[in-house]
Every structure is written in structure tokens, then in C-alpha cells.
């Protein structure tokens, strides 16, 4: 993904049906994938407590996805992907206080900051696109992820890609009504596969994110992590 674009993204859980309903509404499914991430924080979860999300995704490197403009609410997240690892460095450095580090990529400033593996498990993902009757032809297309989780747990999520905050709201519109032809509730909030992974195998970390976000609507990935959280 290009660098330095905006992900809005809406979770949700896709039931039997909901592949053949991508296919009336005109998806096209790009492909079936399975891949194992792997995400990475403090022993005091720093990054995760500071809603910035670092994992490593099996054959595709790293990511760090870090909170967008606040404003909008509602079940959904924004967020932006930073993929290059220089600007990764350079914000785990920022977030965590610490001095700047160049000694190489992501895995060889890990242990300088503390950082350990928090969680790890595979997806199987089929990965539909589509574009909503009515959008122009410059119009960026949605994507539809639809997840299953090595440890038993199902969520889709409803992504668009923007370059400027300006262009979230109508993003969010198009997510919204996609949703809805979907058959998803509109005030339906899905967790991410990591929340839910720590809910299930982590428990403690789990209760600590919730206490740090009691301020907020919801712990993030209950609209993301991946999620995002992917």
C-alpha cells in the first residue's frame, strides 16, 4: 500500500451468506490467502495503550498503524498505515520516549525498546472488491476482508483507502451503505481478531487496555486491530 495513506475501516461479523451477497452486489473476489501476524509491544503494552498497533506480517514486513483525526464517531476506525521502516523507527521512538534510533530496520531496534511479541496466529482471508453503483470511475473501490482466525474466530471488515482527511466522510458513507446492503446492523461493533485474542489468551493485557480506554468509547478494535488491526 502507498505510503502515507488513510485507512477507514468498519468490522463486523459476516455470516453464511455473506460471500454470496458480495457476489449479487458485483464483487469480484481477488483472492484466498492464509498468513500469520505477529504483533509486538512493551511488557506495559505502550504502543497499544497509546492506540499504535506494530505487527509483522508473514512475507509482507512490517506495520504500524497509528490513530487518525478524531471527530467522526460511530463503530468505525481510522488509521494511518505507516509501512516504510525508517518512519516506523522513527515513531515507536516517538511514542515510546525514546532517543532515535538507526541502527537498521524494525527487528534491530526491538530489544533497544523493549519490544516482545505479544501475539501471534494465522488467517485464512478471502478478499473481495467492489464498487458501489453510482461512484465515479475515480472513485477508489472498497475492499471486503473476510477473516477466520486460527483460534476459531470470524469478522469481516469494510475498508476504503483515502490521501487527505477531507475525503473520510464520504468514505464513511460508502462504507456505511455498503454495510447495510450487507445486511450488518448499523450500530453493530465486531472486535478484532488481536482484542479477542487477548480477551481469550491474555486476559490481563485485555483488562489493562480496557482500563486505559475507559475514557473512550471502546477499547480499540472493538470497530478496528487489526483491528487492527487487520
Known amino acids: 500500500m502507498a505510503q502515507g495513506l488513510i485507512e477507514v475501516e468498519l468490522k463486523f461479523l459476516p455470516g453464511p451468506g455473506t460471500e454470496e451477497r458480495l457476489q449479487e452486489l458485483g464483487g469480484t473476489l481477488e483472492h484466498r490467502v492464509t498468513f500469520r501476524d505477529t504483533y509486538y509491544d512493551t511488557s506495559e503494552l505502550s504502543l497499544m495503550r497509546a492506540d499504535h498497533w506494530l505487527r509483522q506480517r508473514e512475507d509482507s514486513g512490517w506495520e504500524l498503524k497509528c490513530p487518525g483525526a478524531a471527530g467522526v464517531l460511530g463503530p468505525h476506525t481510522e488509521y494511518k498505515e505507516v509501512t516504510a521502516e525508517p518512519a516506523i523507527v522513527a515513531q515507536l521512538c516517538k511514542v515510546l520516549g525514546a532517543e532515535d534510533l ?34 465515479g470511475e475515480e472513485e477508489p473501490q472498497l475492499r471486503v476482508d473476510l477473516d477466520t482466525a486460527d483460534f476459531g474466530y470470524a469478522v469481516g471488515e469494510v475498508e476504503a483507502l483515502v490521501h487527505e482527511e477531507a475525503e473520510v466522510p464520504a468514505a464513511l458513507e460508502k462504507i456505511h451503505r455498503l454495510s447495510s446492503m450487507l445486511g450488518v446492523p448499523a450500530q453493530e461493533t465486531a472486535l478484532s481478531k488481536l482484542i479477542v485474542y487477548l480477551q481469550r489468551f491474555r486476559p490481563q493485557d485485555y483488562q489493562r487496555l480496557l482500563e486505559v480506554n475507559s475514557s473512550r468509547e471502546r477499547p480499540q478494535g472493538t470497530g478496528h486491530p487489526d483491528n487492527s488491526l487487520g
Open 102 to 135: 538507526w541502527a537498521g530496520g524494525v527487528a534491530a531496534v526491538l530489544g533497544p525498546l523493549g519490544l516482545q511479541e505479544v501475539a501471534s496466529f494465522v488467517t485464512k482471508r478471502s478478499a473481495w472488491k467492489l464498487v458501489l453503483l453510482g461512484a
